[in-house]
């Protein structure tokens, strides 16, 4: 199809604010009488909040509120599940909120946060997920899952037996990989107030403005059409911003004291208030004959949810789907994980659960390779999706798999460069 | 010593929520009197460009240039719902919905304009440059905002509202047979890095991509993603850690946990391939996710490829690689 406007390079229109400094970002928007809220966050990875004295922090001049678990008409959100207090009563990892103090200085709120004194009883915690998966560990989430294993996905295609007979070459290997922050630039900021019509109108940087309205009204017990979620600028996201963060809080410091409500995270604070990519544990076998073609492959592949659900099931179904990565593969077993530990939750960021299957089954495609005495490029041509080609959920492709011509094209780009002092 | 070696990474990803979750993204459009256009959806840009996908999108369908489109979105009293910015969905799904949207409200004018005309079929309407005319006749066409002008004073508006819906299906729960995801989108990357055998220390020289688009609605922004997705996979293969003790963050800052500087992206060289995909806007599939896929693969076969020696534990830091290599030339002295 010819087009003119669609495949030109047109500038985007958001361009010149960011250039020359004029985008506003939710922490560059202020009203009139604003408070500023900060957030007492659990220092236990879990523990059971036994009281609150806010009494020190209510002294302080300045101070217009402390709120906390009992304030909140519904106390949960999530993507998934509402797993996740909004302000903890019953706490699963360090970083969960348990109260925010509203002032009028972002200096006195700050200080007044560091005088309420929280008292915890500390439970018994685990951070090993495949530790986590044994069925006489503390089940961190027993309303929804009798033990830590929230998801498990077996993926069977073929037979390993017929498999494995045909295989001249075997790797078997074990990778890991580690938590990761998105670490967008721009740290979680909200302002939150109720407007002329009553209604309560939170602006923020989110991906997903809808899903931040239906989760405020819920924990508000509001309609959502008197909620009202702008999104200002975002200053990137990659996953970290799926998740509630402030904007639940902020919303309820405003609806409480009927004044706007101004919050924004340090960095540190904004390490503990979203996600991280999973850590994934995946132990791999994969089998190809001595003239390269792929034949069967068995994995196991455990990721760490950390303390809250978040889209922990869909990552590590996603890992599982995409654990063979583009190859034929007739015989395949895979088993994959979701386990929740006391560790900062998981969830969303860039790649979903097929980040990190790719440095297995591409480490393990080189190391066929070698063993069987091809190059790099040529095992992958062997094997690599076409259309027509089915995948090992069963899924056959019919159009658009052009990773042949994506090859075609780096071929020249994988000459041996020299080596030098 | 420094040493060099090449490494090569492939991927793929199934866009979209994927397992049956509705995948739904809906978007208003309005032509206005002096035929410019607005276009409302939820769909929010996080930076990556969607605004300026939808439009392109609007201005394609209606012979306008993207700078006569309004963009505005994610404002839940304005917007409707086009769900998360996540998925690699929003040029897809969002942009399918815009485009349905579009299509809608010019069918309708298409059809004023045939009337307006004496042509018995919108068929033979074009919109082009600003004007609404008859194909293949130069000679008879007005200004776009002339006509949309016109129509207001007869009570005919040219607004719509459409949704789009991904396809995907669940997979069964004991065997995992299914159609998850669509479409999927493919890609690869090569890395050239530097070794220093001595400090440990893995330099990434060059990455060239290649990436699976389906159709670039716009190169530029293509290039964009790309560059960021290396960068963000060079720090996961290398740098970024969290280190955690008893489940509190021990480097929560930028001083402690390191992700790359502007001296640690290399030279980037983004190719895309162009293998419609039917069921996209203009044949277009999406790319935000599967920029940072292959990056890691490729600079751990490269750190191979230099110096032999096989890192299973991602980020491959500095002691990591020190000590694959004493473990290496600890087995070769016993030879």
Sequence with gaps: ?421 | MKKRGIGLGCSWYGTGYGNGFPDVSSAFVEIHDDGSATVLTGAVDVGQGSNSIFAQIVAEELGLEAQDICVYSGDTDATPDSGTTAATRQTYNTGNAVLKAVRQAKSSLLVYAAREFSCPTSEGIELKEGYIGVKGDPSRRVPLADLVFQARLRGERFISAESSTARSTPVDPETGQGAPYWPYSFGCQSAEVEVDTETGVVQVLKVVAVHDVGKALNPTQVEGQIAGGVTQGIGYALLEELELNEGKIKNPAFSSYLIPTALDVPNIEAFFVEDAESTGPFGAKGLGEPAMLPTVAAIINAIDDAVGVRITSIPATPEKILKALAEKNGEVKKH
């Design chain 1, 1 to 421: 199809m010819k087009t003119s406007v669609v495949g030109s390079r047109v500038t985007r229109e958001d361009a010149w604010g960011k250039v020359f400094g004029q985008t506003k970002f939710p922490a560059d928007v202020n009203l009139p009488g604003q408070l500023y809220a900060v957030v007492i966050r659990s220092p236990h990875p879990h523990a059971k909040v036994l009281s609150i004295n806010c009494d020190y922090a209510l002294e302080m001049a300045g101070v217009v509120a402390v709120l906390s678990a009992k304030d909140v008409p519904h106390n949960a959100h999530g993507v998934l599940f509402r797993d996740q207090p909004v302000l903890a009563e019953y706490v699963r990892m360090v970083g969960d909120p348990v109260a925010v103090v509203g002032a009028e200085t972002e200096e006195i709120a700050r200080e007044a946060a560091k005088r309420v004194q929280v008292e915890y009883q500390v439970l018994p915690t685990v951070f090993d997920p495949e530790e986590a998966m044994k069925p006489d560990v503390l089940p961190l989430h027993p309303s929804l899952r009798p033990t830590n294993v929230l998801y498990h996905m077996p993926i069977r295609r073929g037979s390993m037996e017929e498999g494995w007979a045909k295989a001249d070459v075997v790797i078997e290997k074990e990778y890991n990989t580690q938590h990761v922050d998105h670490a967008f630039l721009q740290p979680e900021a909200v302002l939150a107030h109720l407007d002329e019509r009553g209604h309560l109108v939170v602006q923020t940087a989110t991906q997903y403005a809808h899903y931040d309205r239906g989760e405020i009204a819920h924990a508000l017990g509001l309609r959502f059409s008197q909620v009202q979620v702008k999104t200002l600028a975002v200053g990137g996201a990659f996953g970290g911003r799926e998740d509630i963060s402030l904007q639940v809080i902020a919303a309820l410091m405003a609806w409480k004291t009927l004044r706007p409500v101004k919050m924004e995270n340090t960095r540190e604070e904004s390490f503990y208030s979203h996600s991280k990519r999973h850590p994934m544990r995946m132990q791999y076998k994969t089998g190809a004959t001595k003239d390269g073609k792929l034949v069967a492959m068995e994995a196991k592949i455990v990721g760490d949810s950390g303390a809250y659900a978040s889209w922990s099931i869909n990552v590590l179904r996603k890992a599982a789907v995409h654990a063979t990565g583009p190859y034929v593969i007739p015989n395949v077993s895979i088993d994959s994980y979701a386990v929740f530990t006391n560790n900062p939750f998981t969830g969303a960021m860039r790649g979903f659960g097929a980040a990190q299957t790719v440095l297995a089954y591409e480490s393990q495609m080189d190391l066929l390779a070698k063993e069987i005495g091809i190059s790099p490029l040529e095992i992958r041509l062997r094997n690599i999706f076409k259309v027509g080609s089915t995948t090992a959920t069963g899924q056959v492709l019919t159009s658009s798999v052009p990773l042949d011509q994506c090859l075609a094209k780096i071929t020249p780009y994988l000459q041996r460069g020299g080596e030098s002092e």
